[in-house]
C-alpha cells in the first residue's frame, strides 16, 4: 500500500467541463466572467482553476462513453464581491438564471446560472466581504459568527483586513508603512477630528485625570501629541508641571497654541531617546502611543518609566489593548497584527531601525505581565471602551 507521504501524494489539478464550442465557451468565461487563459490546447483550454474542453474530443479520449448535459449535478464556483453588479451585467447578456441575486442561509448573496453549455455557475460575494458588510450593519463578532457559521478569529481578522473605508484611508491607509513622526506630522491638522472619532472618544481622554493620586504636582507625558489629555488634567490640576514628549513637531505646536500659561515642558524626541531621570514625576502617562510598539521595546520603557516615579508615583497608560470583552482569542489578534506588521515590512522592502507607524495592539493580560516584570505593583484595568483601555500601576 502507498505511504501518504509527500512524495506520494496526489495532487489535485483541476476539475475540466465540456463544451461545444470552444468560441462561445472562450468567450463566456474570458469576457464575460473575466477569467485568464493559461494554455490553450485547442481542444483543451485551461484558466488555471479549471479547463474546458471540446466534448466530442472528450467524448473519444472516454471510449465514446455517454456525455449527458444539463444534469445540474455540480457547479463551478467563483467570488465577486459585488454580486449586484454581476447580476446586471449577466442580465444584460441574457445569461439563462437559475436565480437572480439571492441570499443563501448564512446570508451570503449569490447569483445562479448557465454556462452556454449548461454547466451551473455560481458567484458569490467572498466570506470576507460578508463578514464586513454584516459587521457594517452593527452586528457584533458573536452575531455574525451565529449568522455565518464562521470562526470568531477567522472573523475578527476579516474586520481588520476591509476596516479601511474611504474617510479612514485619509488618516491611516494600514497598508502603507510610514515612518512614525511622518505620519503624525502630515496628519496633525485633522488628527483631533479624525483620532476621536475612531479611538475611544474624548471620555477616554477626560476620566484620566480621576485617576491621578490626589498629591499630584509633577507629570510626564509619553506621545503627547496635541494634548488631548490634558484639558481634564488642568482642570483638576491647575498648577501641575508637566513635561511633554512627541517626535512630530507639527502635533506640539498645536499643543503650545493651546495652553500658552501652562507649566509645559516640551521635548520634541522620541521616548526611547530621552533620559526620564529618576524618582522625579509623580505620575507618568502614555495615551494611545505604545501600541506601535512590540514587548522587548515596551519592557524596557516600563522600566526606565518605573524608575522616573517617584515612590508613591503611578504609570498611566490609555491604550488601544486587545481585551477578552472584545476577541474570543485575544492572543491570537495580537499575534496576527505582530505577524502582518513582519509581512509588510518584508513586502515593502523596510529593513532599517526607524519606527514606521503600524497598529500592533497587545492583549490587556500581556500588558498587565509587562508592567509586573518591569516592576510596577496593584496594576488594575481601571476603564474600558471597546479596545480602549486604562491600566493603572503604582511603582
Ligand atoms: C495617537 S497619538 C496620541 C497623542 C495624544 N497622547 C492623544 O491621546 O491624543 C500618538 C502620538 O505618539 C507619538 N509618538 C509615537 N512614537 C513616539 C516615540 N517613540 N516618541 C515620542 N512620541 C511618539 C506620535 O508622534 C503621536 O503624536
Known amino acids: 500500500m502507498m505511504m501518504?507521504?509527500?512524495?506520494?501524494?496526489?495532487?489535485?489539478?483541476?476539475?475540466?467541463?465540456?463544451?461545444?464550442?470552444?468560441?462561445?465557451?472562450?468567450?463566456?468565461y474570458e469576457n464575460l466572467l473575466g477569467q485568464t487563459v493559461v494554455t490553450d490546447f485547442g481542444e483543451n483550454v485551461s484558466f488555471g482553476g479549471f479547463a474546458i474542453h471540446l466534448r466530442p474530443h472528450f467524448k473519444?479520449?472516454?471510449?465514446?462513453?455517454?456525455?449527458?448535459?444539463?444534469?445540474?449535478?455540480?457547479?463551478?464556483?467563483?467570488?465577486?464581491?459585488?454580486?449586484?453588479?454581476?447580476?446586471?451585467?449577466?442580465?444584460?447578456?441574457?445569461?439563462?438564471?437559475?436565480?437572480?441575486?439571492?441570499?443563501?442561509?448564512?446570508?451570503?448573496?449569490?447569483?445562479?446560472?448557465?454556462?452556454?453549455?449548461?454547466?451551473?455557475?455560481?458567484?458569490?460575494?467572498?466570506?470576507?466581504?460578508?463578514?464586513?458588510?454584516?459587521y457594517q450593519q452593527n452586528?457584533?463578532?458573536?452575531?455574525?459568527?451565529?449568522?455565518?457559521?464562521?470562526?470568531?478569529?477567522?472573523?475578527?481578522?476579516?474586520?481588520?483586513?476591509?476596516?479601511?473605508?474611504?474617510?479612514?484611508?485619509?488618516?491611516?491607509?494600514?497598508?502603507?508603512?510610514?515612518?512614525?513622526?511622518v505620519f503624525f506630522n502630515?496628519?496633525?491638522?485633522?488628527?483631533?477630528?479624525?483620532?476621536?472619532?475612531?479611538?475611544g472618544g474624548m471620555e477616554s481622554k477626560q476620566i484620566l485625570a480621576s485617576f491621578f493620586p490626589p498629591h499630584t504636582k509633577s507629570m510626564i507625558d509619553l506621545g503627547i501629541g496635541t494634548g488631548l489629555e490634558l484639558e481634564a488634567v488642568f482642570q483638576r490640576f491647575p498648577d501641575i508641571e508637566v513635561t511633554g514628549l512627541d517626535i512630530a513637531g507639527?502635533?506640539?505646536?498645536?499643543?503650545?497654541?493651546?495652553?500658552?500659561?501652562?507649566?509645559?515642558?516640551?521635548?520634541?524626541?522620541?521616548?526611547?531617546?530621552?533620559?526620564?531621570?529618576?524618582?522625579?514625576?509623580?505620575v507618568a502617562l502614555?495615551?494611545?502611543?505604545?501600541?506601535?510598539?512590540?514587548?522587548?521595546?515596551?519592557?524596557d520603557l516600563y522600566r526606565r518609566i518605573h524608575n522616573s516615579l517617584k515612590n508613591n508615583g503611578v504609570y498611566i497608560e490609555c491604550d488601544y489593548m486587545l481585551s477578552e470583552h472584545?476577541?474570543?482569542?485575544?492572543q491570537a489578534m495580537e499575534d496576527f497584527y505582530f505577524s502582518e506588521f513582519e509581512r509588510l515590512k518584508k513586502e515593502q522592502g523596510i529593513t532599517d531601525n526607524r519606527e514606521y507607524h503600524y497598529d500592533t495592539p497587545c492583549t490587556v493580560a500581556n500588558q498587565k505581565k509587562m508592567l509586573r516584570e518591569a516592576g510596577f505593583s496593584s496594576i488594575k484595568e481601571v476603564w474600558q471602551n471597546k479596545n480602549t483601555v486604562i491600566i493603572v500601576a503604582n511603582k
Open 286 to 299: 502614555s495615551v494611545m502611543t505604545l501600541h506601535h510598539y512590540n514587548h522587548q521595546t515596551k519592557m
Open 60 to 134: 473519444m479520449l472516454i471510449d465514446n462513453k455517454e456525455v449527458i448535459v444539463g444534469g445540474n449535478s455540480f457547479e463551478l464556483y467563483f467570488e465577486y464581491d459585488n454580486v449586484e453588479q454581476i447580476c446586471e451585467k449577466l442580465k444584460a447578456e441574457n445569461v439563462e438564471f437559475i436565480h437572480e441575486l439571492r441570499e443563501q442561509p448564512w446570508k451570503q448573496f449569490v447569483v445562479r446560472f448557465y454556462d452556454p453549455d449548461k454547466n451551473i455557475i455560481e458567484i458569490g460575494e467572498s466570506m470576507e466581504h460578508l463578514i464586513f458588510r454584516l
Open 186 to 199: 502630515n496628519r496633525a491638522p485633522i488628527y483631533e477630528e479624525k483620532h476621536l472619532e475612531h479611538i
Open 139 to 181: 452586528n457584533s463578532v458573536d452575531e455574525i459568527s451565529v449568522m455565518t457559521g464562521m470562526d470568531k478569529t477567522f472573523i475578527e481578522k476579516a474586520i481588520f483586513m476591509n476596516n479601511k473605508p474611504g474617510d479612514m484611508l485619509e488618516w491611516c491607509d494600514n497598508y502603507k508603512l510610514e515612518e512614525m513622526s
Open 250 to 282: 507639527d502635533m506640539l505646536k498645536l499643543l503650545v497654541e493651546k495652553y500658552p500659561d501652562k507649566k509645559i515642558n516640551l521635548h520634541c524626541e522620541s521616548y526611547f531617546d530621552y533620559d526620564f531621570g529618576n524618582c522625579l514625576y509623580d
Open 4 to 28: 501518504d507521504t509527500k512524495e506520494h501524494k496526489i495532487k489535485f489539478v483541476c476539475p475540466l467541463i465540456t463544451v461545444t464550442d470552444m468560441k462561445v465557451s472562450r468567450n463566456f
Open 326 to 330: 472584545e476577541y474570543e482569542n485575544p
